[in-house]
């Protein structure tokens, strides 16, 4: 019993970053119907920044967190200024080709500019120490996680029903046109949902390096993959399912990891892959996706 | 729009079909011959790290042809090809390799395959065989998924191909490379069976399967009206595409001699998938256009990565160089010429513009 | 108020408006009438930025129109309604209201706006927490046209309003127009359903196969069989 309790919490606090990833993505395709390939070096540039920060001395964890989280928002305005306005109104290969480009660019920036071999990042370490609450023990990340995650998602929630350009992007996910017909700026709306993909992916990859310790300039690659994941299964596109899909792959994985056996770690990721291939022969469209005509908006 | 009416076409008259099957052929042997006429080239004049580039652009170019089969047909993103170019290389590994190196190698593999060794040829057809067949499996699931869902799906095939590799030591070696495998293929064939890709590439495209795949990739509504089976089709494409790739991965076996699972994963994807890119996946010569622009420039740019001496001017090593250009090159051909480099068009296509435009200033002179 | 003068406009190789003028003055209601096809919806998305024009200018209150992005040109104060309703489906009434008010901050005159669009579409306020996507056709038009409003426009453009509508809804949605006028505004009416439209229209033009066929008062196209004239091009004004 305490065991499972404890694993639902990992599985949560796992699914949660996943969610916050998968959201950044479905914001950005739901406004621009753009699969943001490049998505996963948002935790590379969180972590360099991080790194930067650190070897010039600063080692405050909370002016590291707060600076990594500007860096990451700010360059995800600046890749959609430079890199994905100009394939706006392209077919959506295009944009997730350019997408594609984009993210190799960073990872090799990372590579050319600081070592292609992984560099210690302690300073958040603090996180990992475990608390003892009624006899179970658990991290104090987990629990910040969780908790921010949630707080995340809530103030998302707000935003998107309660403030103007927030309404936009909803209704832009359907109808851009008539969005500029109301007098909104469209350069404005998809500024707004990068920047808010970035922010929020600059939370999960604070997570991230705060687990592993560590950062590498090809760390964002599977998380990106899973997050994408966790799109499919939520149905592409679709908000509540990109949160949906994240915590659902977080429990996965940590079933798996529960599940196999140390000897077959090794299909820890192929697994979870192919549990999401099963999952969508029964239901190609995801678990909260419409049933997608032949025709409809999709990527 | 007009895809669709020729696809439409296609279906009574014979005599339009025959035509039209003359002009892909034309086009196919035009690649095929200057193909062939690369490699003799480099063949009789090139160094042996020449001959080595060469081997392994034209390894690509297999790979990348296999890629435009499915992709610049269907207009679905894939990224799962690596997968089935690992397939190819361990199935013909495992085949080909002689008993005495697997019984230290492997001398617990499943199905009693340690003591099977069958020769190069056969390895290479029953590894192509099984690689398609693993297509068709996987095709089935495929076809079922439109767009980014299909495109993550082939990202999950790739995924689960490397962890089965990885992880199933008594069969694959696990992390370990897999040696010992009979060095029996040369330039030449690696140059015989692209010609031969390339060809079945050109004529695939020009089929009525190829056409109405096409259609229905610019307009699946119209396609599905007009009767066109869009999943059977694309699992043709899809089938026919791990076959050439797997092609790629089983000759590469045959060349090295040497196979690592880490060799076929996101790097060798993303590399050929950048080379489809840019020379333009809609069309096969710009598979051609695209391995060639990319194993040269790459290449050029791997000697300053090193580090280099420019005027007494010493640079250091620049590691992610390589990388860093071609992710510039990615997003520079997407944000200015989308189509790639030969912008969807094939070979015969330009060669015929070029005569009409030079005639058209012979008769101005 | 408006001046639309000599404008082409091509879709790719196919011209869909050729050398068309069109002036709306302040106060008029003005009909643009004509068949399917015939480049009335063309000639509106230009007038919004939405289409480049291939020749001739665009001028709101004196101003050239061509430089301004949409955005601007709704700021200026021209609206469109668009053709086929176009609410946002996955949106309550009262964030269609909210959004059609994106120009401006939600002050005091905002919350007075939206009780005026209640006023005028009462059926909306009884709805206003329903979504755009659960509204009945006629409820939809109203609430384009109120989202229109809520911009304070000085010139509205409606793209066939009457489209799919039963024609108990029409009449409604036609007396709303008509009624509109008494709030100071200036009205460009795209419609198929000439008849209704030519009884309280102050001018008229007729657009078939993209070129303009006729423009003058509206009571002229009244008479018997002018109008299909003026659809195949004899009538002369």
Not at chain 1, 251 to 278: N, Q, T, W, Y
Not at chain 2, 3 to 29: S, Y
Not at chain 2, 55 to 77: D, H, R, Y
Not at chain 2, 301 to 309: D, K, P
Request: charged letters at 15%; proline letters at 3%.
């Amino acid at each position: 019993m305490d065991y499972l309790i404890e694993q639902a919490l990992n599985g949560f606090s796992i699914g949660a970053q996943y969610s916050l990833l998968a959201l950044g993505l479905a914001i950005v395709f739901s406004v621009m119907g753009l699969v943001n390939f490049a998505h996963g070096e948002f935790i590379g540039v969180a972590g360099y920044a991080m790194f930067a920060m650190a070897a010039m001395g600063m080692t405050d964890p909370l002016l590291l967190v707060v600076f990594a989280m500007a860096t990451v928002t700010l360059v995800a305005l600046v890749l959609e200024r430079i890199a994905f306005r100009p394939v706006r109104n392209a077919p959506s290969t295009t944009g997730l080709l350019t997408a594609f480009g984009v993210g190799i660019i960073l990872q090799n920036l990372f590579l050319l500019m600081v070592s292609p071999r992984p560099k210690a990042v302690p300073e958040l370490s603090a996180l990992n120490q475990t608390v003892d609450v009624w006899g179970h023990n658990f991290t104090i990340l987990q629990f910040l996680e969780v908790g921010v995650t949630t707080v995340a998602i809530a103030g998302l929630v707000w935003f998107l029903k309660g403030t103007r350009i927030g309404l936009a992007m909803r209704a832009a996910a359907l109808d851009f046109t008539t969005v500029r017909l109301m007098g909104m700026r469209a350069n404005r709306v998809i500024a707004t949902a990068f920047a808010i993909s970035g922010l929020l992916a600059s939370i999960a990859a604070i997570f991230f390096i705060a687990r592993r310790g560590a950062i590498d300039p090809f760390m964002g690659l599977l998380p990106v993959l899973k997050a994408f994941v966790a799109c499919v299964l939520g149905g592409f596109g679709s908000l509540p399912g990109a949160v949906v899909g994240g915590l659902l792959l977080g429990f996965v994985e940590v079933m798996l990891i529960v599940l196999l056996p140390d000897k077959l770690a090794g299909l820890r990721d192929a697994s979870v892959f192919l549990i999401v291939g099963a999952i969508l022969v029964f239901r190609p469209q995801g678990i909260l996706g419409r049933r997608v005509e032949l025709g409809d908006k999709t990527a | 729009m007009n895809t669709i009416a020729f696809a439409e076409r296609t279906r009574g008259g014979r005599p339009f079909l025959d035509a039209r099957l003359a002009g892909n052929l034309r086009g196919a042997l035009w690649l095929a011959l200057i193909a062939a006429a690369i490699g003799l080239f480099v063949m009789a004049f090139g160094s042996p790290f020449i001959v080595r580039l060469t081997a392994t652009a034209f390894i690509n170019l297999i790979a990348v042809v296999g890629l435009q089969i499915f992709m610049g047909n269907s207009n679905v993103v894939n990224i799962g090809h690596a997968g089935f170019m690992a397939l190819g290389a361990y199935f013909t590994a495992i085949f080909a390799t002689p008993v005495m190196i697997k019984a230290t190698m492997i001398p617990n593999a499943p199905f009693g395959l340690a003591g099977v060794e069958v020769g190069a040829l056969y390895a290479f057809l029953i590894s192509v065989g099984l690689t398609s067949l693993i297509g068709l499996l996987s095709g089935l699931v495929l076809v079922r998924l439109a767009g980014i869902a299909a495109t993550i799906l082939t990202i999950s095939i790739l995924v689960i191909v490397q962890g089965v590799l990885v992880t199933w030591t008594d069969l694959f070696r696990g992390a370990q490379a897999f040696f010992g495998i009979p060095k029996v293929v040369g330039l030449g064939l690696i140059v015989a069976a692209a010609a031969a890709v390339l060809v079945v590439a050109r004529l695939f495209k020009g089929s009525r399967a190829g056409v109405q795949l096409r259609a229905s990739a610019t307009d699946p509504l119209a396609a599905e009206a007009m009767g066109v089976d869009v999943k059977r089709l694309r699992l043709v494409a899809w089938v026919l595409g791990s076959a050439v790739v797997g092609c790629a991965g089983a000759l590469y076996a045959l060349y090295a001699g040497t196979i690592n699972a880490r060799a076929f994963y996101f790097h060798t994807a993303f590399l050929t998938l950048a080379m489809s890119i840019v020379g333009g996946m809609r069309s096969v010569t710009g598979a051609m256009v695209g391995v060639a622009l990319l194993t040269v420039l790459l290449e050029l740019i791997r000697i300053v990565e090193g580090g280099i001496t420019v005027f007494g001017i010493a640079f250091p090593e620049m590691l992610g160089l390589s990388g860093l250009m071609l992710g510039v090159i990615i997003v520079g051909v997407m944000c200015f010429r989308s189509d790639g480099f030969m912008g969807g068009h094939e070979i015969e296509e330009v060669v015929t513009a070029l005569r009409r435009r030079l005639v058209a200033r012979k008769r101005e002179a | 108020m408006l001046e639309i003068d000599g404008v082409s406009i091509n879709y790719g190789p196919v011209s869909a408006v050729r050398d068309v003028s069109l002036k709306v003055e302040q106060g008029e209601i003005v009909a643009l009438l004509g068949p399917n096809g015939a480049g009335k919806t063309s000639l509106l998305s230009a007038a919004m930025g939405l289409r480049p024009l291939a020749a001739g200018s665009i001028r709101f209150k004196g101003e050239d129109m061509r430089r301004l992005d949409t955005e601007s040109r709704v700021r200026r104060g021209l609206t469109l309604t668009p053709e086929g309703r176009k609410v946002f489906a996955n949106l309550t009434v009262l964030e269609n209201l909210d959004l059609g008010a994106a120009t401006r901050a939600r002050g005091a005159d905002f919350h007075a706006d939206i009780e005026m669009c209640f006023e005028l579409f009462p059926i909306l306020a009884e709805r206003r927490h329903q979504t755009g996507g659960s509204l009945s056709g006629g409820e939809q038009q109203m609430l384009a046209i109120a989202r229109s409003l809520m911009s304070r426009p000085s010139l509205l453009m409606l793209d066939e309003p009457s489209l799919g509508l039963a024609p108990r809804i029409v009449g409604q949605i036609f007396r709303l127009i008509r009624d509109l006028r008494q709030r100071d505004l200036t009205i460009l009416l795209v419609e198929q359903n000439a008849h209704e439209v030519l009884r309280f229209a102050d001018r008229a033009y007729v657009l078939s196969t993209g070129e303009c066929r006729y423009s003058g008062p509206a009571a002229r196209l009244q008479e018997a069989g002018a109008l299909m004239q003026a659809y195949i091009g004899e009538l002369v004004a």
